[in-house]
């Protein structure tokens, strides 16, 4: 701050004396001493001044000393020493905020910098210990749990990764960029999702605001985002999600640069939407997914997606013939493969595809027939009976359609029931409409007569 310093018990002070001059003369001794083999003398020395630098709210010059203190430490491979004075500076009476945080951040450059694994743990478990609760140093707190995290996945405990990481509620953290924010959260997301924690992996996602996406330098982040939620939509089963997901990927610049990228994201937005349930938001969707105009160069997804948005009967082992082998071979050129591969999720989203025919099917002949028998749409849908009964059951209870079934006499009526005050509407409707037509007869009689009187 301009006017003061703040110590750690949150008062602010004022600085009383410049220290720099005595710091300047005495760190270049101590470092020496230091280098002699000295190091105990050369800290009690620089112990003594920090505690005039301290009490004199000197915030630059007790940064100075705190930072030398452990780099000497680190340079003469001392490590109970480095740990032990990490932790004695930063619970001194009145210490200075900045001071800690200066002394922290050079601390924090040494985690990467040694290699023996036990020493580099300790050294992480002492910051995070003297950072714990303390809002001036948890960017670097969070930093140094990311790193401890990274190295527990690598000894492969990912439960313990995830948990460590989890403890961070970083969304909280003002003073953190927004883009290491969502970084941290995407990691957090990726781990709950490698020990198949779905449901903890769905809260955290919402903590990204999909809006910062739209700004610049964010599209790794946006893909690898965009990619982690597929992961957890294709355990839920929602392929309505994962179609908006991958046309968020569609959208992203550095997708449609590239033909081959835009043209796989671009098959599995058609797959996904053509496999969601029938509402209303996905035939919006489906409507206007059909009127991109690069579909015009994939022709086969194209014209499948026709297939959904006609008003007509589809035969499902035409379609099975037609496109099995795009959908399911192991073409090269195919990049689609993965939705219908020969997986025990590929055969389930084969079995769904073979569903939305038939429910498409059954919602054309709701739209053209008034009254059918269970015969005869059996025969249409290529199913057996019960089997028609059982999906034209499913989608009455969806609310898809309306449709009564008269067992015994194996009829089925799909027309609604009219309210009476519609059925007397109608009849009024019918009747002016009829009396427009009389009347304007007449007038038109009455003209014809008049031209003739007239000759």
Same mark, same amino acid.
């Given at each position: 701050?301009?006017?003061?310093?703040?110590?750690?018990?949150?008062?602010?002070?004022?600085?009383?004396?410049?220290?720099?001059?005595?710091?300047?003369?005495?760190?270049?001794?101590?470092?020496?001493?230091?280098?002699?083999?000295?190091?105990?003398?050369?800290? /009690?020395?620089?112990?003594?001044?920090?505690?005039?630098?301290?009490?004199?709210?000197?915030?630059?010059?007790?940064?100075?000393?705190?930072? $030398?203190?452990?780099?000497?430490?680190?340079?003469?491979?001392?490590?109970?020493?480095?740990?032990?004075?990490?932790?004695?500076?930063?619970?001194?009476?009145?210490?200075?905020?900045?001071?800690?945080?200066?002394?922290?951040?050079?601390?924090?450059?040494?985690?990467?910098?040694?290699? &023996?694994?036990?020493?580099?743990?300790?050294?992480?478990?002492?910051?995070?210990?003297?950072?714990?609760?303390?809002?001036?140093?948890?960017?670097?707190?969070?930093?140094?749990?990311?790193?401890?995290?990274?190295?527990?996945?690598? /000894?492969?405990?990912?439960?313990?990764? $995830?948990?460590?990481?989890?403890?961070?509620?970083?969304?909280?953290?003002?003073?953190?960029? @927004?883009?290491?924010?969502?970084?941290?959260?995407?990691?957090?997301?990726?781990?709950?999702?490698?020990?198949? &924690?779905?449901?903890?992996?769905?809260?955290?996602?919402?903590?990204?605001?999909? @809006?910062?996406?739209?700004?610049?330098?964010?599209?790794?982040?946006?893909?690898?985002?965009? #990619?982690?939620?597929?992961?957890?939509?294709?355990?839920?089963?929602?392929?309505?999600?994962?179609?908006?997901?991958?046309?968020?990927?569609?959208?992203?610049?550095?997708?449609?640069? &590239?033909?081959?990228?835009?043209?796989?994201?671009? @098959?599995?937005?058609?797959?996904?939407?053509?496999?969601?349930?029938?509402?209303?938001?996905?035939?919006?969707?489906?409507?206007?997914?059909?009127?991109?105009?690069?579909?015009?160069?994939?022709?086969?997804?194209?014209?499948?997606?026709?297939?959904?948005?006609?008003?007509?009967?589809?035969?499902?082992?035409?379609?099975?013939?037609?496109?099995?082998?795009?959908?399911?071979?192991?073409?090269?050129?195919?990049?689609?493969?993965?939705?219908?591969?020969?997986?025990?999720?590929?055969?389930?989203?084969?079995?769904?595809?073979? %569903?939305?025919?038939?429910?498409?099917?059954?919602?054309?002949?709701?739209?053209?027939?008034?009254?059918?028998?269970?015969?005869?749409?059996?025969?249409?849908?290529?199913?057996?009976?019960?089997?028609?009964?059982?999906?034209?059951?499913?989608?009455?209870? %969806?609310?898809?359609?309306?449709?009564?079934?008269?067992?015994?006499?194996?009829?089925?009526?799909?027309?609604?029931?009219?309210?009476? #005050?519609?059925?007397?509407?109608?009849?009024?409707?019918?009747?002016?409409?009829?009396?427009?037509?009389?009347?304007?007869?007449?007038?038109?009689?009455?003209?014809?007569?008049?031209?003739? #009187?007239?000759?």
């Amino acid at each position: 701050m301009t006017d003061g310093t703040e110590r750690a018990d949150g008062k602010i002070v004022k600085m009383e004396m410049d220290y720099s001059s005595a710091v300047d003369q005495q760190l270049p001794e101590c470092e020496k001493m230091a280098q002699d083999g000295r190091l105990q003398e050369a800290i /009690d020395n620089l112990l003594s001044l920090e505690k005039q630098t301290r009490t004199a709210s000197d915030m630059a010059s007790t940064s100075r000393i705190l930072v $030398a203190i452990v780099k000497m430490c680190y340079d003469a491979k001392d490590w109970d020493v480095l740990n032990e004075n990490i932790v004695f500076l930063s619970k001194r009476r009145s210490q200075l905020k900045q001071a800690v945080t200066k002394m922290v951040q050079e601390c924090y450059t040494y985690v990467s910098q040694i290699t &023996d694994l036990p020493i580099k743990l300790r050294l992480i478990d002492t910051l995070r210990t003297v950072t714990a609760g303390k809002i001036y140093v948890e960017i670097e707190r969070a930093r140094l749990t990311k790193h401890l995290a990274m190295i527990k996945e690598e /000894d492969g405990d990912l439960k313990e990764a $995830a948990a460590i990481l989890q403890e961070l509620q970083v969304e909280t953290y003002g003073s953190m960029e @927004k883009k290491e924010k969502v970084e941290f959260i995407l990691e957090q997301m990726r781990l709950c999702l490698a020990i198949k &924690d779905y449901i903890r992996t769905q809260i955290i996602s919402k903590k990204i605001n999909t @809006k910062f996406f739209q700004g610049e330098n964010t599209e790794d982040l946006k893909l690898k985002y965009y #990619n982690l939620m597929i992961q957890v939509d294709q355990h839920e089963g929602s392929y309505l999600s994962i179609c908006k997901h991958y046309r968020a990927i569609y959208d992203t610049p550095c997708i449609e640069a &590239d033909t081959t990228k835009w043209q796989q994201a671009l @098959k599995s937005v058609v797959l996904y939407v053509i496999l969601a349930p029938y509402d209303n938001e996905q035939s919006d969707l489906v409507h206007r997914i059909s009127q991109d105009k690069k579909l015009e160069e994939i022709p086969k997804y194209r014209d499948l997606l026709k297939l959904f948005t006609t008003m007509e009967l589809m035969r499902w082992s035409s379609l099975e013939e037609d496109y099995s082998q795009e959908l399911r071979g192991e073409l090269a050129e195919n990049a689609c493969t993965d939705v219908f591969s020969n997986t025990e999720e590929g055969n389930k989203r084969w079995k769904d595809l073979k %569903n939305r025919v038939v429910e498409h099917n059954i919602r054309i002949m709701a739209k053209y027939y008034t009254r059918i028998t269970m015969k005869r749409m059996a025969e249409l849908l290529d199913l057996s009976i019960n089997e028609s009964e059982e999906f034209l059951s499913n989608l009455v209870v %969806n609310k898809t359609i309306y449709a009564k079934v008269d067992r015994l006499a194996g009829i089925i009526n799909f027309q609604r029931p009219k309210d009476p #005050n519609d059925i007397l509407n109608d009849w009024s409707h019918k009747l002016n409409s009829l009396m427009s037509l009389v009347n304007k007869t007449t007038h038109l009689i009455a003209k014809e007569e008049m031209i003739h #009187n007239l000759q």
